[in-house]
C-alpha cells in the first residue's frame, strides 16, 4: 500500500477477497474515465521509476543524498 495509492495509478483489493478484486475489476469494466485515467497515471509512473532514465535519475539523488550526509564519524 505505501508503493502504491489507491485510485491513482492502481486499485488496491483485500488480499484474497476474489469479491473485492471482482468489485474492482467490474468498476474499471464499467468507467471508461477512471480506466483511461488510472491506465494513463500506471504508464506514467512506469516511465518515470522504472525507465533507464527514471532509475538514473533516482539513484542520483540518492548518491547525492548520501555525499551531503557525509561519512559517519568514528
Do not use: C, W
Not at 489507491?6 to 476474489?18: I, P, S
Not at 525507465?51 to 540518492?62: I, W
Request: charged share 25%.
Amino acid at each position: 500500500p505505501d508503493v502504491l495509492a489507491n485510485g491513482e495509478a492502481g486499485l488496491l483489493v483485500t488480499d484474497g477477497d476474489f469479491g473485492d478484486m471482482a468489485r474492482a475489476i467490474a468498476g474499471l469494466l464499467h468507467s471508461p474515465e477512471t480506466r483511461k485515467r488510472i491506465t494513463d497515471a500506471a504508464a506514467e509512473r512506469v516511465n518515470s521509476y522504472f525507465s533507464q532514465t527514471g532509475a538514473t535519475q533516482m539513484l542520483m539523488r540518492m548518491y547525492q543524498s548520501l555525499i551531503e550526509q557525509g561519512l559517519p564519524k568514528k
